[in-house]
């Protein structure tokens, strides 16, 4: 069974950085895409960025271009996302997902997703 954690969330100031992680276990995160969504409060969940089975590929929302880093660890069984220059408005909960039957990497048919870990961004 696939399972995944997320973890790294927590209060930070704006313009502040944090780390969040995603550790799976079950699988080989090796087999699989990762992607990272967001639900802010109110809102619906969106894709922030993903990453490719061996890491060779990347994306990310224009929302995050520039201040932001998706990375994983195959080895550790961990993916990260690594986020600057904090905004208010990346307040909201940040769920990992995975993704086995593609090449590439998305933001749909995920086949498992993690519970989420809450990011508030606040003075």
């Known amino acids: 069974q696939l399972h995944l954690v997320e973890s790294g969330g927590g209060l930070v100031q704006p313009g502040g950085s944090l780390r969040l992680s995603c550790e799976v276990s079950g699988f080989s995160l090796a087999d699989y895409s990762v992607s990272w969504f967001r639900q802010a409060p109110g809102k619906e969940r969106e894709g922030v960025s993903c990453?490719?089975?061996?890491?060779?590929?990347?994306h990310y929302a224009d929302f995050m271009k520039g201040r932001s880093t998706i990375s994983r660890h195959n080895a550790n069984n961990t993916a990260y996302l690594q986020i600057s220059s904090m905004k208010p408005e990346d307040t909201a909960v940040y769920f990992c997902?995975?993704?086995?039957?593609?090449?590439?990497?998305?933001?749909?048919?995920?086949?498992?997703w993690g519970k989420g870990t809450l990011v508030i961004v606040s003075p």
């Open positions: 997902a995975v993704r086995g039957d593609t090449h590439g990497c998305y933001y749909s048919n995920m086949d498992s």
């Open positions: 990453i490719t089975k061996r890491g060779g590929s990347t």
